[in-house]
């Protein structure tokens, strides 16, 4: 789906982590069950942040139908007034959007293991209290 109109929105609230080691400080974002179409992100869809500008995300998805794919067209970092600072950089990026990541699901049985990494302007890292994520199935 190259369009996000029929694309949802939703923000999570900061948690604070230990750093993984001491030059290094990591913010993590939990989100709660998502439903998009015909597909699911189960509860403790993951956002880890490291104040270096790397990202990560871990989610476990499915769908009710074969062929599907769960799509997020922007990981946004917010502000303690939730605005947008910027959009989380994937590092394989797609050639019509390098902000989109996406998980194949082909066998309406199976549940997926959705992992991916990218970057940010390490500047923002202070700043981001929120994490919103615009996505679709």
């Known amino acids: 789906m190259s369009d996000t109109a029929d694309a949802y929105r939703t923000c999570s ?8 080691d001491a030059a290094l400080a990591a913010k993590r974002f939990r989100w709660p069950t998502l439903h998009s179409g ?3 992100m189960f509860e403790g869809a993951t956002w880890t942040l490291l104040s270096d500008g790397r990202a990560s995300f871990d989610a476990v998805v499915t769908s009710s139908d074969d062929d599907d794919a769960w799509i997020i067209h922007h990981a946004d970092l917010l502000d303690r007034n939730q605005a947008v600072m910027a959009s989380v950089v994937n ?9 989109k990541f996406a998980q194949n699901m082909p066998d309406h049985r199976q549940r997926y293991r959705f992992t991916a990494q990218g970057r940010f302007n390490p ?4 700043q981001t209290v929120f994490m919103s994520m615009t996505y679709s199935c």
């Open 13 to 20: 609230e900061r948690m604070e982590t230990e750093p993984k």
């Open 38 to 40: 015909d597909c699911t």
């Open 91 to 99: 590092v394989n990026p797609w050639p019509d959007n390098p902000h």
């Open 123 to 126: 500047g923002l890292f202070e």
